[in-house]
């Protein structure tokens, strides 16, 4: 990225705005993650190719896909939320408003951790991830309202070019799938438990008796006779 001129600096600060370079080195810093994550689905490809069902991966394989598609999406949100305000702002680019800056920052940040633990997967059967790492939530929204159009635009943005992967991924699943299990399938049904039947007596659904205390509190209580009315007194 070229370097801001003195007039993107002089409007930059009369809004407030923070320079982005740290952010750009983030980008530049996690795009390793496509070619990382290309890898990954063209090995998971050549597996099915080979007859091994998505269900018969081996763990460490499982785990270098979860760990370079988290990497993936967080990257791409960031950089989306990047380039939606260059679009949006293009006499300030290299700076963005602070809220942006620290939704990008908290996207980017992440990157590399979950790009470690897919290397590792790939060269390390053994490895595995620390319990309750998965599943893994995205970073918290910043807070502000309203919410900047460019942020909304760039997770437009980042949902559509993550579509493209996780729709190939899904189709290599469901043709994987046997037909017996597959929801369209005719065989396929789902037992759900059977509704307690309507007692005709005050009864748990494990079919005791309630106790004899029990019962009498269930039973109506007669009400108190009603007291004609004498009007006010004189």
């Known amino acids: 990225m070229e370097t801001p001129g003195i007039w993107a600096r002089m409007r930059a600060f009369t809004r407030g705005e923070r ?13 390793a993650v496509h070619p990382l994550l290309d890898a990954a689905e ?7 190719v080979g007859g091994v069902s998505p ?3 081996k763990r460490h394989v499982g785990l270098e896909l979860a760990c370079a598609w988290n990497a993936f999406a967080l990257q791409t949100l960031g950089d989306k939320m990047l380039a939606a305000d260059e679009t949006a702002d293009p006499g300030t680019v290299g700076f963005v408003p602070p809220v942006t800056f620290d939704q990008v920052e908290a ?46 635009e760039a997770m437009m943005a980042a949902l559509e070019a993550m579509r493209l992967h996780a729709e190939a991924a899904m189709h290599g699943l469901e043709e994987a799938t046997p037909p017996a299990i597959r929801p369209d399938s005719p065989s396929f049904e789902v037992s759900l438990p059977k509704p307690c039947p309507k007692p005709s007596t005050p009864r748990a659904c494990t079919g005791r008796t309630p106790p004899p205390n029990c019962m009498s509190r269930l039973k109506p209580r007669p009400k108190p006779p009603l007291k004609p009315c004498t009007g006010p007194a004189n």
């Open 107 to 152: 996207y980017y940040q992440q990157v590399q951790r979950w790009l470690g633990h897919a290397s590792q997967a790939t060269h390390d059967p053994d490895f595995d991830l620390p319990q309750g790492t998965l599943p893994a939530a995205l970073p918290a929204w910043s807070p502000v309202e309203p919410c900047p159009r460019p942020h909304l």
């Open 19 to 31: 320079d982005a370079q740290t952010l750009y080195a983030y980008r530049q810093a996690g795009a």
């Open 55 to 57: 269900f018969a991966l």
């Open 42 to 48: 063209r090995r998971r490809f050549d597996l099915l």
